[in-house]
T-cell receptor, first 117, second 110 residues
Framework: EAGVAQSPRYKIIEKRQSVAFWCNPISGHATLYWYQQILGQGPKLLIQFQNNGVVDDSQLPKDRFSAERLKGVDSTLKIQPAKLEDSAVYLC???????????????FGSGTQLSVL | QKEVEQNSGPLSVPEGAIASLNCTYSDRGSQSFFWYRQYSGKSPELIMSIYSNGDKEDGRFTAQLNKASQYVSLLIRDSQPSDSATYLCVIRGSNYKLTFGKGTLLTVNP
């Protein structure tokens, strides 16, 4: 079974530039998450999709971050313009569904390490 | 009070010892409790889930849940150097949202 695919693996940009990350979840997984993980901290949820609808984007800085999930499969996360404090690992995860039980196990991609200079 | 609290460590134990990792949470209506392991430079992976009070054992790992005390723990018996990683406590609250703790760094010394 193929895992969650993410690209790019690494990205270095200057502040005020834009950047985009791509995620392809495990086939059949309805729920997709984007997390931001700053060094030494636990992952912080940016946005959660259920199929192609947004379930939770309460912690997404909407003035600079945007995300979409076209056709309920692939997803892209964009930052425009980037700030120094956006330097982090961006993790994509998917699960069969959000309901309690075995469906809620998260499968993570390898992440994108972003450095903003 | 933070939603999910863990001692950041580092926790250092000798090989073969029992490692005890602890987590407290603030939402009394929390439903699901997980422990994820994250090796340095890697992504988190699920190692244990627990939904009801008591103990749940899986190999060398035991998860313990006490909802009255709002406390969940992970015990690792016969700790191995390969267990050295950050352990993340993750809880699904009454609002169905998942919250990650900051993680505890465990080091197992040969």
């Amino acid at each position: 079974e193929a895992g969650v695919a993410q690209s790019p693996r690494y990205k270095i940009i200057e502040k005020r530039q834009s950047v985009a990350f791509w995620c392809n979840p495990i086939s059949g997984h309805a729920t997709l998450y984007w997390y931001q993980q700053i060094l030494g901290q636990g992952p912080k949820l940016l946005i959660q999709f259920q199929n192609n609808g947004v379930v939770d984007d309460s912690q997404l800085p909407k003035d600079r971050f945007s995300a979409e999930r076209l056709k309920g499969v692939d997803s892209t996360l964009k930052i425009q313009p980037a700030k120094l404090e956006d330097s982090a690992v961006y993790l994509c995860a998917s699960s069969l569904g959000p309901l309690p039980g075995t469906n809620e196990k998260l499968f993570f991609g390898s992440g994108t390490q972003l450095s903003v200079l | 009070q933070k939603e999910v609290e863990q001692n950041s460590g580092p926790l250092s134990v000798p090989e073969g010892a029992i490692a005890s990792l602890n987590c407290t949470y603030s939402d009394r209506g929390s439903q699901s409790f997980f422990w994820y392991r994250q090796y340095s430079g890697k992504s988190p992976e699920l190692i244990m889930s627990i939904y009801s009070n008591g103990d749940k054992e899986d190999g060398r790992f035991t998860a313990q849940l006490n909802k009255a005390s709002q406390y969940v723990s992970l015990l690792i018996r016969d700790s191995q150097p390969s267990d050295s990683a950050t352990y993340l406590c993750v809880i699904r609250g009454s609002n169905y949202k998942l919250t990650f703790g900051k993680g505890t760094l465990l080091t197992v010394n040969p």
